[in-house]
């Protein structure tokens, strides 16, 4: 049974034993997969916020480790994630943003 529940996930995919400090490349092609993908996607200083139903997101998320070891040849791959889910309303990464920011302003 698919696991349909609406969820934000955050994730940073770490490439390891590639010889370079660099990940410019493999952010690059995995934030390209992400923005083809019909789910939102925000790209951060440290990692990618997907928004979406839960089966949706973690093939997404399985997709980029895919890419990653098929198109870049990296063997080995090491995934920080971070998934939220809430059923009673809709909240965006930009609404829960708004939510912090307003509250500021009110100090």
């Known amino acids: 049974m698919p696991v349909t529940i609406p969820c934000l996930a955050d994730v940073c995919l770490i490439p390891i034993g590639t010889g370079s400090a660099s990940v410019s490349d493999e952010v690059t092609a995995i934030t390209r997969l992400a923005q083809d993908s019909h789910l939102e996607t925000t790209l951060h200083s440290a990692g990618t916020t997907i928004e979406g139903p ?7 998320i399985g997709q980029m480790h895919q890419l990653l070891h098929d198109k870049h040849n990296i063997v080995r791959i090491q995934s ?3 998934v939220g889910t809430r059923i009673d309303k809709k909240q965006s990464p930009q609404d829960k943003i708004d939510v912090v920011q307003r509250k500021l302003k009110d100090l």
Not at 54 to 60: C, E, F, H, S, T
């Open 80 to 82: 920080d994630i971070r």
């Open 54 to 60: 839960w089966d949706q997101v973690m093939d997404l």
